[in-house]
T-cell receptor
Framework: DAMVIQNPRYQVTQFGKPVTLSCSQT?????MYWYQQKSSQAPKLLFH???????NEADTPDNFQSRRPNTSFCFLDIRSPGLGDAAMYLC???????????????FGPGTRLTVL | EDQVTQSPEALRLQEGESSSLNCSYT??????LFWYRQDPGKGPEFLFT???AGEEKEKERLKATLTKKESFLHITAPKPEDSATYLC?????????????FGKGTLLTVNP
């Protein structure tokens, strides 16, 4: 089945120690997204890639970076994790159709990040 | 600014007790409204896309409807396995605008 895969499912890091989260997709979608979701809150978009074009949300901290080396993979790098960065990180993909047609996003299972 | 408000925040039902969840939205131009189901510790699972007022979609015990200001997710004769958080999100119209604005969700608990 076509899907969005995230690794690892659980990640523990130390305060200030860089960490990288991985996302891959077999849907061949043009757009890949990274969201942060804290407990009992709505998912918050950090950034997205349309193909290789990177789009950062205005309020995404500089501590968060992303790479998309090819269509299938996208990485989230947290350069110096703080306690406030502990959250579920969700990767999503969509076809990237423009105009008036709804562009449905499909989510991966998420990576739960703990910062000690 | 696009806004999505979901109510109630939490809903507890007995198995078989039908009810509805509400999603009110304001958006400059609606490209699509999406319903997702999210189980604890997992990513949102896509349920429905709606984009035209009057549209309805069904899947098993769930039916989603859309008006110009709100959407309802009707749950008919729910079972305990329907327990989850249900998220509503809107996507505004216009070119390459892919951003979803989410509500905070409704936590549904169905007791046997």
């Amino acid at each position: 089945d076509a899907m969005v895969i995230q690794n690892p499912r659980y990640q523990v890091t130390q305060f200030g120690k860089p960490v990288t989260l991985s996302c891959s997709q077999t849907l061949n979608h043009n757009v890949m997204y990274w969201y942060q979701q804290k407990s009992s809150q709505a998912p918050k978009l950090l950034f997205h890639y349309y193909d290789k074009d990177f789009n950062n949300e205005a309020d995404t901290p500089d501590n968060f970076q992303s790479r998309r080396p090819n269509t299938s993979f996208c990485f989230l790098d947290i350069r110096s994790p703080g306690l406030g960065d502990a959250a579920m990180y969700l990767c999503a993909t969509s076809t990237g159709r423009g105009g008036w047609v709804p562009d449905t996003q499909y989510f991966g299972p998420g990576t739960r990040l703990t910062v000690l | 600014e696009d806004q999505v408000t979901q109510s109630p925040e939490a809903l507890r039902l007995q198995e078989g007790e039908s009810s509805s969840l509400n999603c009110s939205y304001t958006v400059s131009g609606l490209r699509g409204l999406f319903w997702y189901r999210q189980d604890p510790g997992k990513g949102p699972e896509f349920l429905f896309t709606l984009y035209s007022a009057g549209e309805e979609k069904e899947k098993e015990r769930l039916k989603a409807t859309l008006t110009k200001k709100e959407s309802f997710l009707h749950i008919t004769a729910p079972k305990p396995e329907d327990s989850a958080t249900y998220l509503c999100a809107v996507q505004a119209s216009g070119g390459s605008n892919y951003k979803l604005t989410f509500g905070k969700g409704t936590l549904l608990t169905v007791n046997p």
